[in-house]
């Protein structure tokens, strides 16, 4: 076995941050190549270790955006993992600051706002943006601000934000020609890209980091996934290999799969495929059984969302459908999908919001979802 093994090895026969330093640098380093060996060994000596409450220095609770939020322990070196990890998967190609710009729906009845973020998290600056005035003035208010920023950037979102955001040319045009260093989205496909940006070179860096499985990857310029060995996955659930402070084995409802062949990417990584999706149990799905999602669907759709959800209840799908500019065609298209696609159910239209659900604003969304605010829908038209 190779240097990551023991890597591993000595990191939990003694925790100090010395050893958790060298096996980051190994987890950074690591090329690949006994991949499955590694796996099944590390996952037997992760196992021996068992739980070790008395590691668990940090107390983190998950989102919720599956409904309930989940409490659990991550040690020891909580902070230097969440240090380490979040830049490197954040920002994949240096050092960059990151504006999270929030939804133009997020926010009822807040003035703009633009606001550093403090805390020790790894960017030199992190600003976040408000903004739930008029949503005509959302794209101006929001590139005066940026244009302050003098350093290089990226912007960082929740899918019905970009796809607010990037199905405005004013905005594709201000990524593809200001320090914009690319796009920041969160473990999910990048439902809200635009083929445009992609083939005019913007880097949108898909990514994600589940602190209770391990999970990570981030996607890098040439469009391809990769994570740092920082999990196995197994038949019966997830191995987070950092933490030593709960049970090694996590059950948990995201698809995680890795394929079966490494590969060299065109930017230098070795890699195993990843092939991720968010919140199974929460998806939608068709008449046998099969998760419906095509992240192609908004290169077709017209209007400029301010929100769309497709939410799947028992007897009918919702489509809740804020745009700024009402366009009919649409709803074919909608209609169209899902039909094709098989989804069982009554199709219906709402131009309202039922938004603001947990952390991840998914697009596609069935059965547990919880609304939390309501829009009439003569405030957007
Ligand atoms: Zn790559």
């Known amino acids: ?7 591993y090895s000595a990191y939990y026969s003694d925790p100090c941050l010395r050893n958790a330093d060298r096996l980051w640098a190994d987890v950074y380093l690591y090329d690949f190549s006994d991949y499955h060996e590694f796996c099944q060994q590390v996952s037997l000596l ?12 940090m107390s983190l609770t998950s989102s919720g955006s599956m409904g309930l939020p989940r409490h659990y322990q991550l040690g020891p070196h909580a902070l230097y993992w969440i240090f380490q990890l979040e830049r490197a998967v ?10 999270e710009v929030s939804s133009p729906l997020m926010f009822v009845n807040r003035p703009a706002s633009f606001e550093p973020v403090t805390g020790d998290l790894p960017f030199p600056i992190r600003y976040t943006f408000r903004y739930s005035g008029d949503h005509r003035d ?19 979102g929740l899918p019905n934000t970009f796809l607010f955001l990037n199905a405005h040319k004013d905005f594709q045009s201000f990524v593809q020609t200001t320090r914009v260093r ?14 445009e940006l992609i083939a ?13 499985t391990g999970v990570n990857f981030f996607t890098c310029k040439a469009n391809q996934k990769h994570f740092f060995p920082l999990f196995v996955v ?29 590969s060299q990417c065109v930017c230098g990584r070795w890699y195993f495929p990843l092939r991720f999706f968010p919140h199974v149990e929460c998806a939608i799905r068709n ?42 065609e649409d709803h074919a298209i909608l209609e169209d999908f899902l039909r094709s696609n098989d989804v069982p159910g009554e199709i219906v239209f709402f131009s309202t919001t039922s938004a603001m659900c947990g952390g991840k604003l998914p697009t596609f969304w069935a059965g547990r979802y919880f609304p939390m605010r309501w829009y009439p829908s003569q405030r957007f038209i």
């Open 200 to 212: 005019s070179g913007v880097h949108i860096n898909d990514n994600c980091i589940n602190w209770t």
């Open 46 to 57: 992760r196992k021996q270790f068992g739980s070790r409450k008395s590691l668990g220095e």
């Open 287 to 328: 008449r046998l059984g099969k998760i419906v999602f095509d992240c192609e669907l908004p290169e077709k759709l017209m209007a400029k969302y301010l929100n769309l959800q497709i939410i799947q209840t028992e007897e009918r799908i919702n489509i809740y459908n804020v745009t700024q500019d009402v366009n009919t």
């Open 90 to 99: 954040k920002s994949p190609e240096g050092t960059d600051s990151i504006i």
């Open 234 to 262: 197994e038949s019966d659930g997830l191995i987070n290999l950092m933490n030593l402070a709960e049970e090694p084995i996590n059950s948990v409802d995201d698809l995680v799969e890795i394929g079966a062949q490494r």
């Open 138 to 156: 959302y794209l101006s208010v929001l590139f005066r601000h940026l244009e302050k920023v003098d350093v290089p950037f990226v912007i960082s």
């Open 1 to 7: 076995m190779g240097s990551l093994y023991d890597s």
């Open 182 to 195: 690319g796009l920041l989205s969160h473990d999910w496909e990048p439902f809200y890209r635009k083929r």
